[in-house]
C-alpha cells in the first residue's frame, strides 16, 4: 500500500500523445487503461513462463534459438514499455527509484548484461517479481475490499507476529546449540547453524528428514521441540484470527449505525429511529427527512 | 450445488413403468428411492474396491478371472441403470451432457473399451467419481444442513482464498528461481519447475526431503521460506473462520427480529415494529397492542 | 461419557469390607478413593513404563530377570484388583462386559497366555490402555469442566468432520488412482493402496517421502493435491472454533435474560427492566417485584 | 512474569556510584537504563553469534584464535557485570539464585571451566538463554501489551492444553506399541520408545521419514493415525481462539457500558443509567438530562 506512490502527469505535457499515454498506464479507472493492465499482466506471466521453461535442459536445447528470441522480444517490450513511463510521468526520477521503477529496471537488464557477460540472462528470474504487479491491479476489481481485510489484519497482527518469530528463534537457537551436542557431526548436525536449520524444518513440521535424530536422548529432545511447535502452531491462527474478530466487533459496534438513525422525534424527542421510519414510534409525530 | 439439474419426468411416459423407475432413481424423498440410493453407494463403493484390489499384484496374480468376472457385472449393471436413466428422462440428451450423466458414462466405458485396447481398463479408476454420488444423497440426510454450511462458507471465501493462492504461488516462483540458481541441479533443483515444485512442498510444510538445500545458502533462503509459511499458514484458516463468523453475525443481526412483533399495521399492513412501538413508523397509525 | 457405567453396590453385601472396598475402588469423591485413583494411575504408568523398556533390546537383555519379575508383580496386583471389582459390584457380568472390565481383562491376560504361548506377552502392550483410566479420575478434578468443554465441541462436530473425512477420503482414492496411472510401480506407486497412502500422507503434510512423484507431470498432480490440502486444512480448525463460537453465542444470548426481566410498568407500560429496577425508568411509577 | 523479583537497592549504598549502577543496571524506565538494556541484547546476541560461528568447522579453523580471544573478551565483559549486579543490589543471594541470577552466572562459568577441562567451552551455548532478557525489556516498550495478551491466552489454556497433550500422548504409546508389533525392528521399529518417536513425528505432521511403515497392515494403521492427528490438530488452535475469544467477549459484556451513561442518581447515587431512562430506576427519582 505505502509502496505505491500516487503518479501524477508531466504538467508540461498535459496534452498530446504523453496525456494519453499516462492516462494508458498510469491509471486503472479508465476501459482502455484497465485492458492495458490485464495484457501487462498476461505478458508478465507469459515472459516468466519463458524463463521458467528456458531453465529446463530438454526444452532449452530443443527450443534454444526461439527461446532467446522470445526472451529478446520480451526485453525490449519492457524496455520501451519502461522508456514510456519515464518520459510521460511528471517526476521521472522518483518512479525510477520508487519499489515498481526499480522492479522494473531490473526485468530488463540481465538480458543486455548478458551480452557482455554470458550466463547473466540467468538473472532474468527477478522478472518474476513483476507479478506482483497483479496486485496492484486486483486493488481496483472487486478484490479490492477483501485484499485490503486480508492485508489490514495481517499488517496490525505485525508486531504479535514479530513477538511469536522471536520467540521461535530462541527455541531454535537453544535446540539447534543442544542438538549439536547431543547428535554431533556424525549425525548430520555438523555445527549450530545446520542444527538451527533443522530446528526450523522440525518446529514447522516440514521436516524433510535429510538431517534426523538417531540417538535415543536426541529423539526424546526431537520429540519435545516437536510438541512445543504443535502446541503453539495454534498461535499465528490466533493472532490473526482475534485480529480478524476485532475488525468483527468494530463492524458490529457500527452495524447499529446503520439501521438506526440519529433524526430526534421534534415532539417528544425519542432517537434512534430505524432509517426506514416516517413517524415516531413513541408519539406518531412526523419525522425530518431521513438523511443517508 | 448448481451441478444437480432438476431432472423432469418425460411426459410421454407419464404412467407405467417409466414413472415408477423415475421415481425410484431420480427422486429422494420416498423410501423405495432411498434405498435405491443407498444401494447404488455400496456398489458403487464395491465396484471401486475391485478396482483398487485389482491393481494390486499379489491379488491380480490370484483372482484374475473373479476381478475381470466382477468387473464386467458391475460394468454391465451400470450401463443397465445409464440405459434407463436416459429412458425415463424428459430430456435424455441434457442428462447425458450434465456433469453427473459424463460420469456415469465414464465410469462404463473403459471396460468396453479395453476389448479392443488391451489395458484400457485401467481407465476405470475415474469410476471413483461416482462416489461423489454421495454428497448428492448426503443432502437429504441430517447431514444436508451441516455440508452446506461447510460449502456456502467454502463458496464465500473463495476470492480470499484465490488471492492467498496467488501470493503463495508468486513466493513459490520467486523462491523456485532463487533457489534454482543458488543450489544448481547437482543438489536436485535441476530446473525452475522442479525448484517450484520443492517450494510448494516446502511451505505447505509437507517437507518430503527427495529434494532439500544442502549449501548453507540455500538453507538460510529455506529457512526464511519456511518461516514464511508458518506465518502465513494462518491465513487461510483466519479466511474461513472469519466467514464462518459472519455467518454467525449474520445470525445476531437476525436476533432483534426476535425483538420485533409481528404486528402487522392496520392502515398500510407495515410488519416487523419494535416491541415498544405504539404508532407505525411507516404512517403514523396506531397499533395495536403487542402480544408477547 | 457413555462408556461410564453407574456402578452399584451388591445389596447383599452393603456392609463389612466389600462395602469399603466398593466405596475405595468405585467412588471418586472420598479422600481415600481419591488416593486410590492416584496410585492406581502410577501403577498402571509404571507397568506401561516396564512393557516400553522390555522391548528395548539393550535393556531386555540386561535386566530381564528382573524385567520378568516385575511383569509378574503387577500383572497379580491387576488380577487381584479385578477380581476385588466383580465381587463388590452389585452386577459383575454387566462390568465385566463394559468397555472398563474388557480393558482390564485384557490388560492381564498376556502375562498368563505367555506361559502357554512364549511370546504372548508382547501382547501386554494393550495395557496401556488402562491409561485412559486418568480422564475418566480427571472428571472429578477442577480439569472436569474443560475436558468437557473440549468433548462436547468434537462431539458436536462430529457430523461435519464426518463429512470431512469423506471429501479427504474421496480425494485421495481419486488422486491416488492418478498417480498410480501417471508413476506407476517404478516410483514407488505400486497399486492403488499404496498411492492411497501416499495421498493421506500427502494431504496431512505429513510427507515422510519414502514415496515421491518422479515424473514432471506426477510432480504437478501432487502440487495441485498439495494445495488443495493446503486451502482445506482450514476446515476442521474452522468447524471446531465454530462449534465453540456457537457455545460463545449461546452465552451471548442467555446475558440478556439476566439483565432484562419481562416486567411491564403498571403506570406507563414499558418493558425491559433491569432485574434490580425498583421504578420504572419512563415514568418513575414502581415495579412489580422482580421474579427470577 | 512469576520469575521477575522486584530488584531493591542496597540500602547501605543508597548513594555514590551504586546508586547510579543500580539505577542503569535494574531499572528499565530512565533513559540511560533503557540503552543499557538495549546495548547489552546487542552484545548478548553477538556473544551468541560467536558461540554459533565457532561450531562452524571451516570458520574455526581459519578464526581459531580471533574468535578465541572474543570469546574471552565477552566472558570478561559478563563476568564484569555479574559482579556489579551483585553488589548493588540489597540482597545480592537472592539475586544469585533467582533464574535471571542462575542464567547469568552459566553464561559465564563454561569459559573458565574450559581452561581445567579442554572442551568444556561447548557449553557456553547454554548463552544463549540470555535473550530471553530481549523480553524482559520488551515489557516496558509498546510490545509489552501485546507480549501479555499472548501470554496471558496462553496461560489461560494451560490446561486444556495439559488435557490435548495427554491424549496425545496416550494415542503415541498405543499407535507405538502397535507399530512396534505390525512393523517391527526390521523395518526401524526396533522398540517401543523409537515406535513412539515415530508415532509423535507422524500425529505432529512433521515426518522425517527416517522411520516408515513398509506393510501394509502398518501404512494402514499409519494412515488412521494421521487421519486422526489431522482431525484434531485443530485443537489447540480452538482452545487459543476460544481463549481469545473468552476476552473478546468479555470486552462484549463491557460495550453496554457504552450505552449506559454516568449520570448518578441525585437521590440514591446509582450509577449506569440507560440512556433513554428519564427517573432512577432505584428509588424513582428524577434524573438530570443525559449528556451525550
Not at 14 to 37: C, K, L, P, Q, V
Request: aromatic residues 10%.
Amino acid at each position: 500500500m505505502r509502496l505505491l506512490m500516487n503518479p501524477q502527469l508531466n504538467p508540461a505535457t498535459e496534452r498530446g500523445w504523453r496525456r494519453r499515454m499516462f492516462n494508458i498506464i498510469y491509471r486503472h479507472d479508465t476501459r482502455i487503461s484497465r485492458n492495458f493492465d490485464l495484457i501487462l499482466i498476461y505478458v508478465v506471466l507469459a515472459s516468466v513462463l519463458v524463463v521458467i521453461l528456458d531453465s529446463v535442459n530438454s526444452l532449452h536445447a530443443k527450443f534454444r534459438i526461439a527461446l532467446y528470441i522470445i526472451e529478446w522480444f520480451f526485453t525490449l517490450l519492457f524496455t520501451v514499455e519502461y522508456a514510456i513511463r519515464l518520459m510521460v510521468i511528471r517526476r521521472p526520477l522518483r518512479y525510477a527509484l520508487s519499489i515498481w521503477g526499480i522492479i522494473d529496471l531490473v526485468s530488463i537488464l540481465p538480458t543486455y548484461l548478458s551480452v557482455l557477460l554470458p550466463g547473466a540472462q540467468h538473472l532474468l528470474v527477478v522478472r518474476v517479481l513483476r507479478i506482483l504487479r497483479v496486485f496492484r491491479i486486483l486493488k481496483l476489481t472487486q478484490y479490492m475490499e477483501e485484499s485490503n481485510q486480508l492485508v489490514s489484519a495481517l499488517w496490525r497482527s505485525r508486531r504479535k507476529i514479530f513477538i511469536f518469530i522471536s520467540v521461535v528463534m530462541t527455541l531454535v537457537v537453544i535446540f539447534g546449540a543442544v542438538m549439536h551436542l547431543v547428535e554431533g557431526p556424525e549425525h548430520g548436525f555438523a555445527n549450530i547453524p545446520t542444527s538451527m536449520y533443522w530446528a526450523i524444518v522440525t518446529m514447522a513440521t516440514v521436516g524433510y528428514g535429510d538431517i534426523a535424530p538417531q540417538t535415543t536422548l536426541g529423539r526424546m529432545i526431537s520429540s519435545l521441540l516437536i510438541l512445543i511447535g504443535y502446541s503453539i502452531i495454534a498461535v499465528p491462527t490466533g493472532i490473526y484470527t482475534a485480529e480478524l474478530a476485532k475488525s468483527l466487533r468494530q463492524s458490529c459496534l457500527d452495524t447499529p449505525a446503520l439501521i438506526h438513525d440519529n433524526r430526534g422525534c421534534p415532539e417528544c424527542g425519542l432517537e434512534g429511529h430505524e432509517s426506514d421510519a416516517k413517524f415516531c414510534r413513541n408519539c406518531g409525530h412526523p419525522l425530518p427527512e431521513a438523511v443517508k
